[in-house]
């Protein structure tokens, strides 16, 4: 994904994680002397971890197939300086300077309070490790398709030249942990949560073009990306198979099931995916009336609308505007 098409392209992956975001990264720094060990239980969202000095073990537990079951037994993965690990449905796991050192619960571990964010330490005294370990608060009861077609689990190393923007990311962050200076309480927050665009990115970038498939083919297709974008930048366009067809230059049956393989649901199922999508961030993070929700939707009426809504969300849209303030 290169140029513009790629741009474009990293636009739709970021309004699509934005439709999934229920709050702010929330985020701790682990600082483990070996021999350490420390279980996380599994969290709402997405878990990350980035290993800003030394090395260490990832253990997955129970690392599911976006389904809530478990795909079995995974083996541990070594890590190393500079090392993201993105675990897209915030499965339980440990990290560990060994395989076998038996586990603390981070539950039992409290984090100090000094800025920019707090600080678990654990372990004995020998080699340390450093790491950022955190979780980002994704809408798992609607996941966009996008996501669920992610691995349960990214192991994205940026040594050796791979991933520059990302390793840069991580550059700057250890950096501004190691040494906290003025600004570091807000530099902090903002570069983890760019660190999300960062990693799928990344993951993305390294599909072969030839063997991608998916959403990692959808958004470099030059049939289905600009039906994506015209969807993205146009919801309230009355799009029809055909029109988006025209737009891909293929005939309407060939764009559908072109569209519908790679996307993983019918143009029409996604257009409405993407239209309550867009109600619902608009009703929880404006006061818009109902009405205007409706127009920049694709709705004629309030009234369409509403029943639209009810039958996505099971709420009516002025109750789940207030359900999602009071949250």
């Not at 079951?69 to 796991?93: C, K, M, N, Q, Y």
């Not at 867009?278 to 920049?296: G, H, K, N």
């Amino acid at each position: 994904m290169e140029g513009t098409e790629g741009g474009r392209a990293l636009d739709i992956l970021t309004e699509a994680l934005g439709s999934m975001r229920t709050a702010y990264p929330s985020s701790v720094r682990t600082e483990g002397r070996a021999p350490w060990a420390l279980r996380l239980p599994p969290v709402l969202g997405a878990g990350f971890h980035v290993v800003l000095y030394g090395t260490c073990w990832l253990l997955p537990l129970g690392i599911g197939n976006g389904t809530g079951e478990s795909t079995g037994r995974h083996e541990p993965i070594a890590l190393s300086p500079g090392d993201v690990v993105f675990l897209r449905d915030g499965g339980g796991h440990v990290l560990a300077d060994h395989p076998d050192t038996p586990p603390v619960d981070a539950r039992d571990c409290e984090a100090d309070s000094a800025p920019p964010i707090g600080t678990v330490s654990l372990g004995g005294g020998g080699a340390r490790t450093s790491l950022l370990c955190g979780n980002y608060h994704l809408d798992q009861g609607r996941p966009h398709p996008m996501v669920r077609q992610l691995p349960a689990l990214i192991h994205l190393p940026t040594r050796h030249g791979r991933h520059p923007e990302l390793a840069a990311a991580v550059q700057l962050l250890g950096s501004e942990l190691e040494n906290p200076r003025i600004g570091s309480t807000g530099i902090v927050p903002a570069l983890i949560d760019s660190l999300l665009l960062y990693i799928l990115r990344a993951w993305f970038e390294d599909q072969p073009a030839a063997s991608a498939a998916g959403w990692a083919a959808a958004l470099r297709d030059a049939a289905v990306a600009p039906a994506l974008e015209a969807i993205h930048e146009a919801p309230a366009t009355p799009w029809t198979v055909e029109s988006l067809a025209d737009r891909a230059g293929l005939s309407r049956a060939a764009f559908a099931r072109r569209f519908t393989t790679m996307v993983g649901e019918p143009p029409m199922a996604y257009l409405t995916r993407w239209r309550m999508t867009t109600a619902a961030r608009l009703l929880r993070e404006s006061e818009a009336p109902l009405t205007s929700v409706a127009a920049q939707t694709g709705y004629g009426s309030e009234y369409a609308f509403a029943k639209a809504f009810k039958r996505e969300f099971g709420l009516a849209p002025g109750g789940y505007r207030r359900e999602a303030r009071a949250a």
